[in-house]
Each structure stands twice: as C-alpha cells, then as structure tokens.
C-alpha cells in the first residue's frame, strides 16, 4: 500500500499562499496522487488530481516532481472560509481499492 | 436532485441491536464505498463494491455486512453494534473508471451513537 505522510496541522493568514507537502515514497506507477478537502460535519470533497509534473485549477495548483516521491498542494491567497482538513491520497494502482486516507492536514487560516 | 444521498444524519442505538445506514446516488456510479471517520484515524475503507452484486473487504470490516442489490444503492448494516462502532460513516460513489483516476464524491455522513 502506498501510504501517505502530512503535518498534522498548519497555520496561516488571509491572503497567503500556501504548501501542504505529501510524502508518498512507495508511490506504484500506475498511481495517481488526489488531494480532498474536508469542512466540519461534511464529506471529503474532490480538489485536485495529477499524475506527473504540475495540475491547475480554479481551486489549486498541485506540484508533482519527477521522481513522484511527493506532491504539494499549492492554495494561492487563502481566506478564512480555506479552514479544512486537506487529504492526499495515493492510489494502489489497478486492481485493488483499499484507500488510504490517513490523518490528513489540518489548515487553520487567521484573520 | 441529483448526488449522494446518507439516511440517517443522526442515529442512536443501544449495544446488541441491528442498525443499517443506507447510501443512495443518483449518478449511476459503479463504485460505491463506505468510510468511517473517528479522531485521529482520518477515514478508513470498511467496505466497497465495484458493480451491482459486487462487493469486497476494505480495511476495516469487522462487524459490518453490505449488499448491493442495484447500483444506486449500498446499504450497510452493522449486525450487532458495539460502542466501538461509534463513529460518523461516510458513503463515497465514482465513475466506473476506478477511483484513481476518478475522484470520489461523498455524502454528508452519518453520526452514530452506540450506548
């Protein structure tokens, strides 16, 4: 299984831009690396998916480097309503489908 | 309206009685999975089905049965709670592709307390 490692917690400001870092060092390589959000009393929501190099979208910007070892998911100038718990998740491959969502990254954006 | 579906938002239960959380969704979705979600554990895969008729383990299935008579629902069933099981239950769906290339979409779970 390909599992995931994130900081448990991380704080910013409004109007900051920021990393949430996701180690994933068995990554298989029919992987791909998805990234959720979570609010209070709601299910994960689907932020941003990639394979390799970089994805954007209205959301935000996932980095993937060469070796696929880590990803980054990139949120431009945060704002209050950003304060979430952030999921990377790692796919086993084809064939199997035992989900790991680990702990997660716990965003707290201030004022 | 179209999406995933949890009934009940909220359930209380005693330890020993049977309790079912159903799961519907209205996109036609192949895979369906149940979720648990307890402090500091993030979500852990209790069951999945890829099809209609089609289910198999997860990480945490102990003490739970699913059945998946059409595709748009996926009832889950714990078949004598225990405090244990209290927790907040999650039902995801995605696209017939596999979950890796397609992402999950989930409910607003379940709250269930077990005394």
């Known amino acids: 299984l390909a599992k995931t490692t994130q900081p448990i917690s991380m704080d910013s400001y409004e109007g900051q831009e920021v990393n949430i870092t996701c180690s994933h060092n068995?990554?298989?390589?029919?992987?791909?690396i998805t990234w959720y959000q979570q609010f209070p009393s709601q299910g994960p929501r689907f932020i941003i998916q990639g394979y390799k190099t970089k994805v954007t979208n209205e959301v935000a910007s996932l980095f993937i480097p060469a070796d696929r070892k880590s990803s980054t998911l990139s949120l431009p100038r945060v704002s209050l309503s950003d304060t979430a718990v952030y999921y990377c998740?790692?796919?086993?491959?084809?064939?199997?489908?035992?989900?790991?969502f680990g702990a997660g990254t716990r965003l707290f954006v201030k004022a | 309206d179209a999406g995933i579906t949890q009934s009940p938002r909220y359930k209380i239960t005693e330890t020993g009685r049977q309790v079912t959380l159903m799961c519907h969704q209205t996109w036609s979705h192949s895979y369906m999975f149940w979720y648990r979600q307890d402090l500091g554990h993030g979500l852990r895969l209790i069951y999945y089905s890829a099809a209609a008729d089609i289910t198999d383990k997860g990480e945490v299935p102990d003490g739970y049965v699913v059945s998946r008579s059409k595709t748009e629902n996926f009832p889950l069933t714990l078949e004598s709670a225990t405090r244990s099981q209290t927790s907040v239950y999650f039902c995801?769906?995605?696209?017939?592709?596999?979950?890796?290339?397609?992402?999950?979409?989930f409910g607003d779970g379940t709250r269930l307390s077990i005394l």
């Open positions: 995801a769906s995605s696209e017939s592709l596999g979950q890796y290339n397609q992402p999950q979409h």
């Open positions: 068995n990554i298989a390589t029919n992987d791909y």
């Open positions: 998740l790692v796919g086993e491959g084809t064939g199997g489908f035992k989900t790991i």
